[in-house]
């Protein structure tokens, strides 16, 4: 990740972005989704950690006290803020047992978002390490998958 893609990247004014409501840009070498939903904006890698699909249209669902992204591609949940997986851990076959969320650990890469005078900036994520959704992103992201 080059230096120009550790600060902050203008996206839009807020008003744009709000009305919307779902934006994919390009930062340095990645697609971002930006989503505003419930007047908070969030930003991850827009291609799904499972087999890369587009989240730009996903719905949203309030899962274990979380806001989840819903994949559209074979559904896989993932939380806004943290790009945690989620999953129903309930066993179809004990229908006395209620169901159960559970989490995958963090599977997509999410980005801080900032506002400054009315604007929409995204801070692409420094956290450390591989993470699956850098696959769909970018060849280094492919090649660090190897060394994971
Ligand atoms: Fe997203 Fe499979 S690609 S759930």
Redesign the pocket.
């Known amino acids: 990740m080059s230096e120009e893609e550790t600060v902050p990247f203008l996206v839009a004014s807020k008003k744009e972005l709000i009305e919307a409501k779902r934006t994919n840009i390009t930062v340095g070498d990645r697609v971002i989704v930006v989503i505003h939903h419930q007047g908070v904006f969030y930003a991850m890698d827009a ?7 587009s ?1 730009i249209n996903g719905d949203i669902e309030e899962i274990n006290n979380k806001l989840c992204i819903v ?6 949940k993932i939380s806004l803020a943290e790009g945690e997986g989620i999953y129903n851990a309930s066993n179809p076959k004990d229908k006395d047992k209620p169901p159960c969320w559970l989490s995958k650990g963090i599977k997509q890469r999410v980005h801080k978002v900032t506002e400054v005078d009315g604007n929409i900036y995204v801070t692409l994520s420094k956290t450390p390490g591989w993470i699956e959704s850098d696959y769909y992103q970018t060849e280094k992201g492919r090649a660090e998958m190897k060394k994971a």
């Not at 291609?47 to 699909?53: D, M, S, T, V």
């Not at 994949?71 to 896989?76: A, E, G, S, V």
């Open positions: 291609h799904c950690y499972h087999a890369g699909g989240l994949c559209p591609k074979h559904k896989y």
